[in-house]
């Protein structure tokens, strides 16, 4: 850093002031000479006009300087012989070492003294304007406001008008600054060359980016940079180190004001969307709920109908329609809830290790429910498989699989499982095939969406809302399994593959 | 019977109990109706009560309640109606004392089923006839010889096997909690080791199922337990 211009004027004050006491000096030992003061009285006059020429001028120079000129005038005009630099009595020799170095040694002290005091009042001014800034950061409710208290302190302190910059979320410069202008007023001017800028400091490490206009102090941010501390560079170029450090370390205290702004927005947005969520699901589980109890007794009644008529009766067949029909309702309910338990911040999946011929049968079970008829094939290792699982979750995957099948099957045809363990992976393979008409190759990618219904309208196709496979892939997603489905390459027909880790991961 | 069985249903819903109400009159059971529990427990008093469908789900009292108020001076049959994702409070209702569960919705075919298993089980046990042999389907198991056989072939199994296989036979039709088999067969103080019980109901399994994936014999109840099914 360049010094202040003013070191050569101290010194030039500092010989002034050292000629001037010492002057005095001589023209009291005069005095004193003539009223017969003894003259040890004449060097502590001088070891006085050391001590003042130390006090007053600036470095300890001075005070050496000023001990060893005073030490060289008392000798030459109060010391035989008189006015000559040489001495005849031999003792003024040690007189004169003595005088030295007491002048040195109080020139020293003195320089020390003035020295901590400045450094003392450095501190405190230290002190106080990290004081103010700090207390006005904490004030502050946004960026801006936060970007207006570090200009205004900022230049404060460093007696000019500097501006902040600001950079948004993604490390961008804004298109506006803050500038300080004369008598504490604050203006927005419009950013020049803001791609320059954001490419320059994007890869800058240092504190400090010395230009043409601007010297620009970073403010690095936990991630990224928050903003730019422009300082003019006709200014800046005269900064003492001391000076340097302290913009710096303001710079770090708006550093932390902004990080914690932008952490607070954070953890609000995402309260919100939190609460959004559980509000949507709660919803969801509310309403599925409500409907379990009427679609009880529409089963059960159309339930009695069909029993209660014959099966040439047209009855028979309306009763048993709406029985078909409030049951795939209730397969849907069942959906839903499984999805909303899934969401349920306070869910934890089951870890249990279940048998997989278990979870396997219930959903069996369940499709020859609806589709009495249906032929089901199974293949699986002769061995019982165990692995961790939310049994009823995974019975969910199997029934809307199957169920997804026995909907694509041909008549008459079977829908074949294969079970398979993968020692490299230490996975479970579960294949569900089907011998329908397989999968629209647009379809493919999509089929796991949530609400996809497919492309091509089927006559008689059955309806859905496209929920049953998306829950497939989120409950599987959730258990560290992977899903995906496929056409067939022997046959026609639709495979759909899904695996489950044989041993819990460590998540 | 030439007695008509009594059966009490406890449901505030109105519907659903008409709709269990004449289907079980279609059978020929004579039904009572409850709102809360407290009618309930009134009427299990005043009235001769032969078995009663508790839904878990009560206004006033929680069912829990009713089903240990009950318990504490009736061993009549108790089948607890609930809704589907409580698991946990199934088990503890069975542990508690119940005999079986419905979970809503449930098919007429599952309702009566259930009430006949019950019915057939507690009559059973205050007959105090022994049976020498049970028969399921092709499954027999003899308990003087402690042989167990499979289409008249005799199969082999382990003791623990044996154990766990007639405790099945013994409640035919009724769902066992994954805690009452372990206590029954392991012992006290065993506690939750499902894992046993797992691996020993996978090894019976393969000795009398064609498919352990299809069985006939041995049905699962997930989060509950399991079930021997004769019909």
Not at chain 2, 145 to 171: C, G, Q
């Amino acid at each position: 850093m360049n010094r202040i211009p003013g070191t050569q004027k101290k010194i030039v004050v500092g010989l002034i002031i050292m000629i001037f006491s010492i002057a005095t000096a001589t023209l009291i030992g005069y005095f004193f000479e003539s009223i017969k003061i003894p003259e040890t009285n004449i060097v502590i006059v001088y070891i006085l006009a050391v001590l003042i020429t130390a006090r007053f001028s600036q470095g300890y120079l001075m005070g050496v300087l000023s001990s060893i000129i005073a030490t060289l005038t008392y000798n030459y005009f109060f010391t035989a012989p008189y006015f000559s630099l040489s001495v005849y009595d031999p003792n003024y020799l040690i007189t004169f070492v003595i005088m030295t170095i007491t002048a040195i040694i109080t020139g020293t002290l003195t320089s020390k003294t003035l020295q901590s005091e400045k450094e003392a009042k450095e501190k405190e001014v230290e002190s106080n304007t990290l004081y103010h800034l700090t207390n006005y950061l904490t004030d502050a409710v946004d960026i801006k406001e936060i970007a207006s208290v570090a200009t205004s302190a900022i230049s404060g302190f460093l007696a000019c008008n500097v501006a902040c910059l600001c950079f948004d979320f993604h490390g961008n410069p804004e298109e506006t600054y803050i500038q300080q202008e004369d008598g504490s007023q604050q203006i927005i001017k419009a950013t020049e060359n803001i791609e320059e800028i954001r490419k320059r400091i994007e890869n800058l490490h240092a504190i400090v980016d010395i230009n043409e206009e601007f010297y620009d102090f970073p403010i690095y941010g936990r991630e990224n940079i928050l903003g730019l501390i422009r300082v003019p560079t006709s200014h800046a170029k005269k900064l003492t180190d001391y000076q340097v450090k302290l913009v710096h370390t303001m710079t770090e205290n708006v550093a932390l004001a902004m990080d914690r702004f932008y952490g607070i927005q954070e953890h609000l947005r995402l309260k919100e969307e939190a609460s959004q969520e559980r509000y949507r699901s709660n919803l969801l589980r509310a309403i599925s709920h409500d409907l379990r109890t009427p679609l009880a007794t529409i089963m059960g009644n159309s339930e009695l109908l069909v029993s209660l008529s014959k099966k040439k009766d047209v009855i028979h067949d309306i009763s048993n329609d709406i029985n078909k029909e409030a049951d795939w309702l209730y397969g849907l309910v069942e959906n839903i809830l499984s999805l909303t338990k899934l969401q349920d911040s306070k869910f934890q999946l089951k870890h249990e290790y279940e048998v997989v011929e278990e979870v396997l049968s219930v959903a069996i079970q369940n499709i020859n429910r609806r589709y009495p008829k249906m032929e089901i094939n199974v293949a699986m290792p002769n061995e019982a498989v165990l692995i961790p699982m939310d049994a009823k979750l995974i019975a969910q995957v199997l029934t809307n699989l199957l169920d997804n099948a026995a909907k694509h099957n041909k008549s008459h045809k079977p829908i074949d499982i294969t079970i398979k363990k993968l020692e490299t992976t230490s996975e479970i393979e579960f294949t569900i095939r089907d011998y329908g008409n397989g999968i629209n190759e647009d379809d493919l990618p999509h089929l796991f969406t949530m609400f996809f219904i497919g492309s091509k309208q089927r006559v008689d196709a059955q309806h859905g809302i496209g929920i049953g496979l998306a829950i497939c892939d989120e409950i599987i997603r959730a258990h560290h399994g992977t899903i995906q489905a496929r056409n067939c390459t022997a046959g026609k027909g639709a495979e759909f593959i899904f695996t489950l880790p044989m041993k819990e991961k460590e998540s | 019977m030439t007695v008509k069985t009594r059966i009490l249903i406890v449901e505030d819903d109105n519907k659903i109990s008409n709709f269990i109400s004449f289907a079980l009159q279609q059978e020929g059971f004579i039904t009572l109706a409850a709102k809360n529990g407290q009618t309930a427990l009134s009427l299990l008093v005043s009235e001769q009560i032969d078995i009663m469908l508790l839904d878990l789900g009560l206004p006033d009292f929680d069912g829990m309640e009713v089903l240990r108020k009950i318990r504490e001076w009736s061993e009549i049959p108790v089948i607890i109606v609930s809704a589907r994702d409580q698991d946990k409070e199934k088990a503890m209702a069975l542990d508690a004392g119940a005999d079986d569960y419905l979970t809503k919705p449930f098919s007429v075919t599952e309702l009566l089923a259930r009430v006949r298993v019950a019915l057939r089980h507690f009559y059973r046990q205050n007959n105090q006839k022994i049976q020498n042999t049970i028969k399921v389907k092709n499954l027999e198991i003899n308990f003087e010889k402690r042989l167990v056989y499979l289409a008249d072939k005799e199969i082999h199994l382990t003791p623990l096997e044996y154990s766990l296989l007639s405790l099945f036979f013994k409640n035919v039709g009724k769902v066992l909690t994954t805690s009452y088999i372990i206590k029954e067969v392991w012992g006290v103080g065993y506690g939750e080791d499902t894992q046993a019980l797992r691996a020993l109901m996978a090894g019976l399994r393969r000795k009398i199922e064609q498919n352990p994936a299809k069985p006939i014999y041995l049905l699962t109840e997930i989060g509950v337990g399991y079930r021997l099914i004769d019909e």
